[in-house]
């Protein structure tokens, strides 16, 4: 069995039809079985903020309200339907990508709770949060067993799995997550900082443990360039030297939502989805017809809206500094050029982010040299977030029919910093969508202005001195 669990924001709300987000189409785009017979289970969950009225959606998104609870009933869900050969899959999109990020964490730390296990968790849920907190007194102290010590302390996972409470060193084939935002699962809004609403609620978030853990087999994001939004700021994965993870992060251009989806216009949501599906379609069965049909659905959306058809990643681009997040600034990403962030309360250190596995997707490309327009239909696209980049398309050194396509960083080297940012190879599924835009697809897939690489300008230069 494949047990899938997915987080979104968006979807659906109180019976009102809501343009679904990636999180909601990937759920109906996995068919309920393999095409060798085995079930793929799949467990939706709204996001952080996605119920009650405005005022709560607005402050549960934005305060993380709930985080805790979604966690542990998604935790609870595969433990409640895991069984050893089980393949574990789980993806979100904004702070549901964060909530998918932290359920990983907890697998890692406590294994799969068993059925004997499960009626124990509310009190290994709360010795987890605090494990950290030196003043922190146990409600039950007997309970999952007697005398236990701080969850920190190895003994206490051993003993879990001596009493066959939990399966440790359980993998999970892939974490899907599209555009994480806020180190701790909140967008940080500067005056709810100042009135206490999101400290609090951050300081309950700084247990989770969000980064690639080692019984993560494959890791995922898609990230907005285009995002700008202070409050959205993204948070990326590192891998540590002996992390085993395949990891693969990739730029694609728009803000937060183009991303994830929940736009109108749905055109570049489709192609992340397409880029999620297409990495997972070696461990999971899709039904590619249903993609397909979004990708119609996004073509029909311009002819009701009297618009001409847009080309391949020519999709709209909102702004998105308007509302709420507007108050906290706004801030250019910067790929490549992250750092570290301190769990304990969310802020960036100095300390550079290093082997990120950050790629540029080959829609970014297409959007800038093809003439793609900026930020609300307005001008031409030329990202902010690759200001410092340039786009360079080179011949390879082993004389491959393809060249080479990468960013290099036009800055001083600084120690910790990528220099280049490749290109993201298409995948077969990629490709389909592109079948729909001939010409795009023959400069996507055959980029002209190939140029030599130095080296081997170089090597021909002292030939002809010779």
């Given at each position: ?103 990983a964490g907890l697998i890692g730390e406590v294994g799969v709770l068993t059925r004997e296990g499960l009626p124990f968790l509310p009190e290994i849920f709360r010795d987890v949060q605090h494990q950290h ?51 701790l699962g909140t967008p940080k809004i500067g005056w709810l900082e100042r009135v206490g609403l999101q400290s609090s609620a951050m300081k309950e978030m700084t247990f989770y443990d969000t980064s690639l ?84 659905d996004a073509e029909e959306f311009y002819e009701k809206q009297h618009e001409k058809g847009k080309q391949w990643s020519f999709g709209k681009i909102l702004d998105g500094m308007a509302g709420i997040y ?141």
């Amino acid at each position: 069995m494949a047990s899938t669990w997915l987080d979104s924001d968006s979807g659906s709300l109180k019976g009102a039809l809501a343009i679904p987000s990636n999180i909601t189409r990937l759920s109906r785009a996995i068919r309920s079985q393999s095409s060798d017979g085995i079930p793929q289970v799949v467990y939706y969950h709204f996001g952080v903020g996605a119920g009650g009225g405005l005022f709560d959606r607005l402050l549960g998104g934005a305060t993380g309200g709930g985080l805790a609870e979604i966690v542990r009933e998604g935790y609870q869900f595969i433990s409640t339907n895991w069984i050893r050969g089980d393949e574990i899959f789980i993806f979100g999109f904004s702070r549901g990508a964060y909530t998918a990020r932290a359920i990983a964490g907890l697998i890692g730390e406590v294994g799969v709770l068993t059925r004997e296990g499960l009626p124990f968790l509310p009190e290994i849920f709360r010795d987890v949060q605090h494990q950290h907190d030196p003043n922190y007194t146990p409600k039950h102290p007997d309970i999952p067993f007697r005398d236990k010590p701080s969850f920190s302390d190895p003994a206490y996972r051993q003993e879990l799995q001596r009493r066959r409470l939990t399966s440790l060193t359980v993998p999970i084939k892939v974490v899907g997550v599209f555009d994480t935002v806020g180190a701790l699962g909140t967008p940080k809004i500067g005056w709810l900082e100042r009135v206490g609403l999101q400290s609090s609620a951050m300081k309950e978030m700084t247990f989770y443990d969000t980064s690639l853990s080692n019984c993560i087999e494959f890791a995922f994001q898609a990230l907005a360039l285009d995002e700008r939004r202070y409050a959205f700021q993204p948070t990326l994965w590192e891998k540590f030297p002996d992390n085993d993870t395949v990891l693969r992060q990739v730029w694609f251009p728009g803000a937060h939502s183009n991303i994830g989806g929940g736009y109108d216009d749905q055109q570049i949501a489709t192609i992340t989805l397409a880029w999620m599906m297409a990495q997972c379609q070696p461990f999971l069965d899709f039904d590619i017809d249903y993609l397909l049909d979004q990708w119609e659905d996004a073509e029909e959306f311009y002819e009701k809206q009297h618009e001409k058809g847009k080309q391949w990643s020519f999709g709209k681009i909102l702004d998105g500094m308007a509302g709420i997040y507007a108050l906290g600034g706004m801030k250019v990403r910067s790929p490549g050029r992250y750092c570290a962030v301190d769990p304990t309360n969310g802020k960036e250190t100095h300390d550079p982010l290093e082997d990120t596995h950050e790629y540029i997707h080959p829609c970014v490309r297409a959007r800038v040299k093809l003439g793609g327009p900026g930020i609300n239909d307005r001008g031409r696209y030329e990202p902010k977030a690759l200001r410092d980049w340039k786009l360079m398309i080179e011949a390879r050194d082993d004389g491959g029919k393809w060249p080479d396509v990468f960013w290099r960083s036009r800055l001083r080297p600084e120690e910790g910093f990528v220099k280049i940012l490749p290109e993201a190879p298409l995948k077969a599924l990629e490709t389909e969508l592109l079948q729909y835009d001939p010409e795009t697809r023959d400069y996507v897939l055959r980029p002209s202005g190939v140029r030599q690489r130095r080296s081997t300008r170089d090597k021909s230069r002292r030939r002809e001195d010779e």
